[in-house]
């Protein structure tokens, strides 16, 4: 296809709807990330492009993803523009996000928690990351550049880095000039047996001697980020399953940091409706409708529940509840969690201080691992739901 293959026919796409291209900033297997400016306002947004081998109307997976995003409007939730279709192809228009996503975030972060930890290191030769056209000086503050020659320089130097920044930064102002380094995650899955998942798991959770879980290293980011950007996250899923809308992606990486302040869920491509229409319908005259299940075995190893990776019918809420257990871990020890369930339980059933972060508060530590523990129950239907989640966190 023409449009997917010449950047030129692709650039003329884009100005023929309103929009000048600026930079391709994440690629995936489900489709391409690009950043452009509106011609008319001047005001950057963010292009996902998805491509269908037949009629794009008839890809389940783009059209669910374009419906969830039309359906949904919550503070937290990536915001949609509008919807350019083709035949073969769908635009999505959505909210560009200047600081990029969580996980680049967090892992740069900590990388550069470590080398400040070598002592002799001279930071002074190391390539600051990249905020699109902006950069950071030695206090973790947003330095941009004072010219045009300067901003491209910028973006040649590192145009696929996501951003390193400090999250205690005190201006955003020129968040209309960013560039915003979406991460799409990987959609594969790897199929693990029962024996894998619970072997010995009630005896190792309860009374077992777990495996030595190292202490958390310079924590990689702020104790305050961490809990208003979890909140948001938990709100914005809440938000969704009240709509009976479950995500089965959530994980750092479709998690887009806009300010200090402010988080939002991205990337519905895997949004998955939990009661179909008719039994909504019955819902609503009185009628118990139960939750579909899904038999769909798609998202990040890591981040998906035990029983999407050993490939059985799942309630997708309740999955989603995991994941975000998940993510919760990756914010506070700056580390994917252990891709096999009884690792994960094992180490939070261990001395679990050691899981806090130095310099964290105890109380907040605490309460992350609860939700944590809570969030991350073997058994879906023992899994809180979002709304008893925040009820933990209303405190």
């Given amino acids: 296809m023409e449009l997917v293959h010449s950047r030129r026919l692709w650039s003329k796409f884009l100005k023929a709807n309103g929009y000048m291209l600026v930079s391709c900033i994440g690629q995936g297997s489900f489709g391409d990330v690009y950043s452009v400016t509106c011609l008319e306002t001047g005001q950057p947004w963010a292009v996902k492009r998805l491509v269908a081998r037949r009629d794009i109307q008839e890809d389940s997976y783009a059209m669910a993803e374009i419906e969830a995003l039309a359906s949904i409007q919550h503070p937290t939730v990536i915001g949609l523009k509008e919807i350019l279709l083709c035949p073969r192809l769908a635009c999505i228009v959505m909210e560009l996000a200047p600081a990029?996503?969580?996980?680049?975030?967090?892992?740069?972060?900590?990388?550069?928690?470590?080398?400040?930890?070598?002592?002799?290191?001279?930071?002074?030769?190391i390539a600051m990351r990249k905020l699109g056209y902006c950069s950071l000086d030695h206090d973790g503050h947003f330095v941009m550049p004072n010219t045009e020659e300067e901003k491209h320089s910028s973006l040649e130097t590192d145009v696929q880095a996501g951003c390193g920044i400090g999250i205690t930064c005190e201006d955003f102002s020129t968040e209309e000039d960013a560039i915003h380094k979406t991460v799409i995650g990987k959609r594969n899955s790897v199929c693990l047996s029962e024996e894998d998942e619970m072997d010995s798991l009630p005896v190792a959770c309860c009374c077992g001697t777990p495996p030595p879980f190292p202490s958390c290293?310079?924590?990689?980011?702020?104790?305050?980020?961490?809990?208003?950007?979890?909140?948001?996250?938990?709100?914005?899923?809440?938000?969704?399953?009240?709509?009976?809308?479950?995500?089965?992606?959530?994980?750092?990486?479709?998690?887009?940091?806009?300010?200090?302040?402010?988080?939002?869920?991205?990337?519905?491509?895997?949004?998955?409706?939990?009661?179909?229409?008719?039994?909504?319908?019955?819902?609503?005259?009185?009628?118990?409708?139960?939750?579909?299940?899904?038999?769909?075995?798609?998202?990040?190893?890591?981040?998906?529940?035990?029983?999407?990776?050993?490939?059985?019918?799942?309630?997708?809420?309740?999955?989603?509840?995991?994941?975000?257990?998940?993510?919760?871990?990756?914010?506070?020890?700056?580390?994917?969690?252990?891709?096999?369930?009884?690792?994960?339980l094992e180490g939070m059933a261990g001395e679990f201080c050691k899981l806090i972060p130095a310099g964290y508060d105890l109380t907040l530590g605490k309460k992350c691992l609860a939700t944590i523990g809570r969030a991350c129950q073997f058994r879906m239907r023992d899994r809180p739901t979002m709304k008893d989640i925040l009820a933990m966190w209303d405190t």
């Avoid at 990029?100 to 002074?124: A, H, K, T």
């Fill in 100 to 125: 990029g996503n969580l996980e680049v975030l967090v892992l740069e972060r900590r990388d550069q928690s470590i080398l400040c930890s070598m002592g002799d290191l001279d930071l002074s030769s």
């Fill in 217 to 344: 290293p310079t924590p990689a980011l702020d104790p305050a980020f961490l809990s208003i950007a979890f909140i948001q996250i938990t709100s914005a899923l809440e938000f969704c399953h009240d709509l009976d809308l479950a995500h089965r992606d959530v994980n750092p990486s479709n998690v887009l940091v806009f300010r200090p302040d402010l988080v939002k869920l991205a990337d519905f491509g895997l949004c998955f409706a939990c009661r179909d229409k008719e039994r909504a319908i019955d819902k609503a005259n009185g009628e118990a409708a139960s939750e579909i299940l899904c038999a769909d075995f798609l998202g990040r190893d890591h981040y998906t529940a035990p029983e999407v990776r050993r490939h059985e019918p799942f309630l997708a809420k309740q999955a989603d509840v995991w994941s975000l257990g998940c993510v919760l871990y990756f914010m506070l020890r700056a580390d994917h969690p252990p891709l096999k369930t009884v690792d994960l």
